[in-house]
């Protein structure tokens, strides 16, 4: 299966380069940790490539922005969307990138092109439905594994439910996930290193979420749900923390051991793979 990317430099004149990789999304954030010098020459080995990818097929992108220093990223796996790894894997990003900008882009592809200036909806699939994943019950054996492919959701300070985070974002549901929740099977507490998470608050009407990838229009959420206040914490899972106490407690994290084994995966990455 393919796991294609986008890859965009943009010269101090302001033109841009756009270029696709076939094979470049999974470990796109270990490819980057090798700093700009040797990012722009296994980029522009792959070739100049018109092809803009969307929000549904580019699982992952890097724009290089040569005159501004910014370099705004995002993937579909790898550290960086891992809750044990994140922090982590931008901090190293930054030290690999200094001066630079290091951003992470949360509206996928369609937030590379509103960078450039370009129409966003290019890259847009505004036809397509909502796939939200299944409820997932406490003893799933995917909350088993280290780094689950699951979404937490909390709602007011009582009930705790699990999505399997395999398609699209619960929060894409909009209020309507409140019925698919009601007679769930409610976790209680979720202890999981989760990719993805929201904390609803149905008295005061308002939801704040998370993620750790990418989320198709995450900019235009409130549209989906009308009368509610939304809150868009980008990747601080702490955010829902805060908010859930006792519902949501995520295992602590090694921040200097999970600095070491993002450099170990970036050597072993760089190794083995081919463009």
């Known amino acids: 299966m393919a796991d294609r990317a986008n890859f965009v430099v943009v010269r101090e004149s302001g033109e841009y380069e756009l270029y696709l990789s076939r094979w470049g999304a999974v470990g796109l954030d270990l490819d980057l940790l090798a700093g700009p010098v040797d990012t722009l020459s296994m980029v522009q080995g792959l070739g100049v490539d018109d092809w803009w990818l969307d929000d549904v097929h580019c699982q992952g992108a890097a724009l290089i922005d040569l005159g501004r220093r910014v370099l705004l990223l995002f993937a579909w796996e790898g550290p960086s969307t891992v809750m044990r790894y994140r922090a982590a894997t931008l901090d190293l990003l930054r030290e690999a990138w200094p001066g630079w900008d290091v951003r992470w882009a949360y509206d996928g592809p369609a937030e590379l092109r509103t960078y450039l200036g370009l129409d966003p909806e290019y890259v847009r699939d505004r036809v397509r439905d909502t796939f939200p994943g299944p409820l997932l019950e406490p003893e799933d ?42 007679g769930g099977p409610d976790h209680g507490i979720c202890r999981v290193s989760a990719d993805a998470g929201l904390h609803i608050d149905p008295l005061r009407r308002r939801v704040g979420w998370w993620v750790l990838g990418t989320v198709a229009e995450a900019y ?40 070491a084994e993002v450099r170990t995966a970036a050597v072993r990455h760089r190794s083995s793979t081919t463009r």
């Open 141 to 182: 054996e995917e909350l088993a594994a280290p780094e689950p492919m699951a979404a937490v959701v909390t709602v007011g300070s009582d009930h705790c439910y699990v999505v399997a985070n395999v398609a699209d974002h619960p929060i894409r549901e909009g209020a309507a996930l409140l019925d698919r929740l009601s």
């Open 220 to 259: 235009e959420v409130p549209e989906r749900w009308p009368g509610w206040t939304v809150e868009f914490w980008q990747d601080s899972w702490q955010e829902h923390v805060r908010l859930a106490p006792g519902r949501f407690r995520p295992p602590p994290i090694d921040r200097e051991r999970a600095r």
